[in-house]
């Protein structure tokens, strides 16, 4: 990024030219399929899935949805394009344009999200069931799911199980030795996606003599493997399955020991990922929806987008989604440039899965208090966002579980900076070879991190200059009234920390990323007069913690701050970048 965020001083609007980026809004517009990608193959399998759906059209995607009906003919067409085996396999096992390619893969998801999270969700399982595939260290399995992806089958990530849920550490799936390289499987596992019809489960047990972790694949269509449920009443197939005396070999184990647990918690990392480009995707279609309505419904004399406090809903719903999009695709440059020394994105990438899809519901929830009993009707898409919505940010760990694995790199975030060669947009084919070799699973407290305040002071814009303000009065409430022990067992106390400390990373990677995008000067105030807001309520939750000392209430008053309005520039936001995106 080589004349960006990190060590220049901005005041003005000056970014790294791209004649793109000066006719192109942030949102994703199926009409003009206005996303830059750098070669055409891709540009050409993305439009064909474009295609796909408009073709469906919104009133057949919304009769399946209705009728939940699964996706098979979304399978078939993958299956005829071969999108999935040219998506998700890597580089020397499959064709010469298939490749893992991070880039690829989030617009991936954030197009077919874009029609429903049916859509999405079958990719985004079949992934999770590739992971420990990929991860692992048996070729003839490898071999073997290339085939499977050339022949368009799908894939399953068998983890969770019912009695367990998300204690991963526990599992009752049992691989029991039998002799001469041969097991048989027992167990079953709950909530596991495509597993009706996913050719290979990648399935976490552990062996019943050693208690060693293991993943090894099974067939839904063995005999031996029977399905028995959907756990839900949804479109998606969400299934119960046992396996009874499933006959496992040697070609079948992918891996064993800590290997096995560390593949698990890999594949995690790689995949849930894409939760936040699902949310980015749900919330662009609703988004076109819910500004159509209301701009050409007229009560009381006016249009409701004349409204005072429509419009400011519709601005804080624009700005919540061009931050989504800003932080989602800067921390997917960081995750393409991982490596054994830098890894940066195991703060950033749980956060796109956090912090990402929580924002999507604040964005669905400010459209509908404009659209009101709209949403709930049958025939537009917004009921599938309004409902869909909630989903994401509980799917792959709870906001609870990655906000504690999040906080986990505050203080190396905020008192022990490193420096970093500079990264730029990382959007150029390439396969992403360091995801299959991450390494162990742990030592996530040494990682360190370059200076955020570089990114702060790339631009000289006054909501950025109160966010700052903030971000030092937190830093102060952290060195000079930290939690005593006890709070310190208190999650409910250390998660509002955490809330504030997700804010100053997310604002960092706005700040970087938006000098690749078309984001205008306003609209990052618009951004950050929403984060200010944001800030200021997390601390008067922090505030009003029972067990504060008074050294804590006077720092967390300290936190509280007011964005500076201007209402020529919130005019400008909506008018020349909101209203424009109208029809």
């Avoid at 005041?11 to 003009?32: A, S, V």
């Avoid at 830093?475 to 009234?481: I, N, P, S, V, Y």
């Amino acid at each position: 990024f080589e004349n960006g965020a990190q060590g220049r001083n901005r005041t003005t609007d000056t970014r790294i030219f791209n004649p793109w980026l000066q006719e192109q809004h942030m949102l994703f517009n199926p009409q003009k399929h206005n996303i830059a990608y750098r070669d055409p193959e891709t540009r050409e399998l993305m439009q064909k899935v474009i295609d796909f759906f408009e073709d469906k059209g919104l009133s057949r995607i919304k009769k399946d949805w209705h009728a939940k009906t699964w996706n098979h003919d979304f399978v078939e067409f993958m299956k005829e394009n071969q999108v999935l085996a040219t998506l998700m396999t890597p580089s020397g096992y499959g064709a010469e344009n298939s490749r893992w390619d991070t880039w690829r893969n989030v617009k991936f998801a954030e197009i077919t999200a874009f029609y429903g999270i049916t859509y999405w969700y079958t990719f985004q399982v079949s992934m999770l069931g590739l992971g420990p595939v990929w991860l692992g260290s048996n070729e003839k399995v490898k071999q073997r799911t290339s085939r499977l992806l050339q022949e368009g089958h799908v894939f399953a990530f068998g983890l969770s199980e019912k009695e367990h849920g998300a204690d991963i550490y526990s599992t009752d799936m049992l691989l029991e030795p039998g002799g001469s390289g041969h097991y048989l499987a027992n167990g079953d596992k709950y909530y596991i996606g495509n597993a009706n019809v996913a050719a290979l489960v990648s399935t976490f047990g552990k062996r019943s003599d050693s208690g060693d972790y293991v993943f090894f694949a099974v067939d839904s269509r063995h005999e031996n493997y029977r399905l028995l449920k959907n756990t839900l009443n949804e479109q998606n197939d969400v299934a119960e399955f046992e396996v009874v005396n499933y006959p496992i070999g040697e070609d079948d184990i992918m891996e064993q020991g800590p290997r096995a647990w560390d593949n698990m918690l890999n594949t995690i990392n790689i995949c849930k990922f894409n939760l936040g480009f699902g949310s980015i995707g749900l919330c662009e279609h609703a988004f076109y929806e819910a500004l159509d309505h209301a701009a050409s419904r007229n009560v009381y004399g006016q249009y409701v987008t004349d409204f005072p406090h429509v419009r400011r809903l519709f601005v804080d719903a624009y700005a919540r989604l061009c931050a989504m999009k800003l932080f989602a695709e800067r921390a997917t440059d960081y995750m393409r440039s991982a490596s054994s020394e830098d890894r940066r994105y195991l703060l950033f990438n749980p956060m796109v899965k956090m912090k990402v899809t929580s924002e999507g519901e604040k964005v669905i929830d400010h459209l509908w208090d404009v659209i009101a009993a709209k949403g709930f009707e049958a025939e537009p898409f917004f009921e599938i966002a309004a409902h869909e919505i909630r989903a994401l940010p509980k799917l792959e760990g709870t906001v609870h579980v990655n906000m504690a694995l999040v906080v986990k790199f505050m203080k190396n975030y905020f008192f022990n900076p490193a420096e970093f060669p500079e990264i730029g947009r990382r959007d150029e084919p390439g396969n992403d070879d360091f995801l299959f070799n991450q390494g162990p699973a742990r030592g996530l407290g040494k990682i360190r991190f370059h200076d955020y305040a570089l990114a702060y002071k790339s631009v000289d814009l006054a909501n950025v200059r109160v966010f700052e303000e903030q971000i030092a009065a937190f830093r102060d409430f952290l060195l000079k009234a930290p939690p005593d022990a006890e709070q310190s067992k208190d999650i409910d106390y250390l998660l509002t920390l955490g809330d504030c400390f997700t804010l100053v990373v997310y604002g960092q990677l706005i700040l970087e990323g938006r000098q690749f995008s078309a984001a205008s000067d306003d609209l990052i105030e618009e951004i950050f007069d929403v984060l200010i807001r944001d800030f200021s309520r997390h601390a008067v939750t922090i505030l009003t913690k029972p067990s504060n000392s008074e050294r804590q209430v006077e720092g967390a008053r300290a936190l509280i701050k007011k964005p500076v309005p201007d209402s020529e520039r919130f005019e400008r936001v909506f008018n020349d970048e909101f209203y424009a995106l109208k029809g």
